[in-house]
């Protein structure tokens, strides 16, 4: 009558895939402790490694949001009783997927108490529903890779059509966090609704050519197709020395460097863990220098 459930944090995007591809790492992730209640009705019974910024209010919350949407799609709303304890491991607003992990891990508990009745396909939608709660809008390239681990294509929303990619052996993320709020929802604003034909084919040229790369693990190729020429230019902006820390990574040997999700965090793609952790270490230090304080991570992919 009770679980206690962790979900990954999230690179979504991967670069160049905006909205369609995204990848889990093994640390930092959130975590949820569900308890089975006599009561019916979901509650959040505590909230930590949030600073006072999380709703406690189970309609606002999107946790308990997300779990009271499943509990009315089954019909059990009045039968059924949860309280919730929500842990977060990771920083709000970060460009991890914070809110995508703290509602898989929320959906993925409450299935469970009720003995699995919904496969990780049937609770991808109400998973994506929680992220239009956070952001106003329904992505699924984090919540996708934080239910089913390793990396995952959207090959489209409407319906939704999820596919599990090949990740090679050598392939590892080093993300660093500069401490400045970069909410994903005036993230999504500032970018243009539309797109030169040019700047598409360039794009999706490189979409198809990172996919083939991972399923040939073909290191140059993902390296060549891994770039954004789409939106990095324009939320590169709100992220403080996101030019000289890309610098840095690629003269370290990334394979390549970019925006995790909408930002600010951002992420170095390599194929060596050792350098993963020199250029997560030389960019913290940088930042530090500049008076701007940072965490940083690295992760198999
Ligand atoms: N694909 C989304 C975006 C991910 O870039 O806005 C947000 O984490």
């Given at each position: 009558?009770?679980?206690?459930?962790f979900?990954?944090?999230?690179?979504?995007?991967?670069?160049?895939?905006?909205d369609?591809?995204?990848?889990?790492?093994?640390?930092?992730?959130?975590?949820?402790?569900?308890?089975r209640?006599?009561?019916?009705?979901?509650?959040?019974?505590?909230?930590?490694g949030?600073?006072?910024?999380l709703?406690?209010?189970?309609?606002?919350?999107?946790?308990?949001?997300?779990?009271?949407?499943?509990?009315?799609?089954?019909?059990?709303?009045?039968?059924?009783?949860?309280?919730?304890?929500?842990?977060?491991?990771?920083?709000?607003?970060?460009?991890?997927?914070?809110?995508?992990?703290?509602?898989?891990?929320?959906?993925?508990?409450?299935?469970?108490?009720?003995?699995?009745?919904?496969s990780?396909?049937?609770?991808?939608?109400?998973?994506?529903?929680?992220?239009?709660l956070?952001?106003?809008?329904?992505?699924?390239?984090?919540?996708?890779?934080?239910?089913?681990?390793?990396?995952?294509?959207i090959?489209?929303?409407?319906?939704?059509?999820?596919?599990?990619?090949?990740?090679?052996?050598?392939?590892?993320?080093?993300?660093?966090?500069?401490?400045?709020d970069?909410?994903?929802?005036?993230?999504?604003?500032?970018?243009?609704?539309?797109?030169a034909?040019?700047?598409?084919?360039?794009q999706w040229?490189?979409?198809?050519?990172?996919?083939?790369?991972?399923?040939?693990?073909?290191?140059d190729?993902?390296?060549?197709?891994?770039?954004?020429?789409?939106?990095?230019p324009t939320?590169?902006?709100l992220?403080?020395?996101?030019?000289?820390?890309?610098?840095?990574?690629?003269?370290?040997?990334?394979?390549?460097?970019?925006?995790?999700?909408s930002?600010?965090?951002?992420?170095?793609?390599t194929?060596?863990?050792?350098?993963?952790?020199?250029?997560t270490?030389?960019?913290?230090?940088?930042?530090?220098?500049?008076?701007?304080?940072?965490?940083?991570y690295?992760?198999?992919?």
């Amino acid at each position: 009558n009770e679980i206690r459930v962790f979900a990954p944090a999230t690179v979504a995007n991967m670069i160049c895939g905006f909205d369609i591809l995204g990848f889990a790492v093994d640390a930092p992730g959130d975590e949820v402790a569900m308890y089975r209640t006599t009561e019916p009705g979901v509650r959040i019974r505590s909230i930590q490694g949030d600073d006072g910024r999380l709703p406690l209010d189970p309609d606002k919350n999107t946790v308990s949001a997300c779990v009271k949407m499943l509990l009315q799609h089954l019909g059990i709303e009045n039968e059924f009783g949860v309280e919730i304890e929500l842990i977060k491991h990771m920083p709000i607003g970060s460009g991890l997927g914070s809110s995508s992990a703290s509602t898989v891990a929320g959906l993925f508990a409450i299935n469970n108490l009720l003995g699995n009745p919904l496969s990780k396909e049937e609770l991808l939608p109400f998973c994506v529903e929680g992220e239009r709660l956070a952001c106003g809008h329904g992505h699924a390239d984090n919540v996708a890779p934080a239910l089913f681990g390793g990396i995952t294509l959207i090959r489209g929303y409407e319906p939704l059509d999820v596919i599990k990619l090949p990740v090679p052996n050598d392939l590892y993320a080093g993300v660093v966090f500069p401490k400045v709020d970069v909410p994903t929802r005036d993230a999504r604003q500032l970018i243009k609704g539309k797109v030169a034909l040019k700047d598409a084919v360039t794009q999706w040229g490189n979409i198809a050519g990172l996919i083939a790369g991972l399923y040939e693990s073909d290191y140059d190729l993902i390296s060549r197709s891994m770039k954004d020429v789409l939106i990095e230019p324009t939320r590169a902006i709100l992220i403080p020395e996101f030019y000289e820390m890309k610098q840095m990574a690629m003269d370290l040997g990334a394979l390549s460097f970019g925006i995790s999700g909408s930002g600010p965090s951002v992420v170095a793609i390599t194929k060596d863990e050792s350098i993963a952790k020199q250029i997560t270490e030389k960019i913290s230090a940088h930042l530090t220098a500049k008076e701007i304080e940072s965490l940083h991570y690295v992760s198999a992919v």
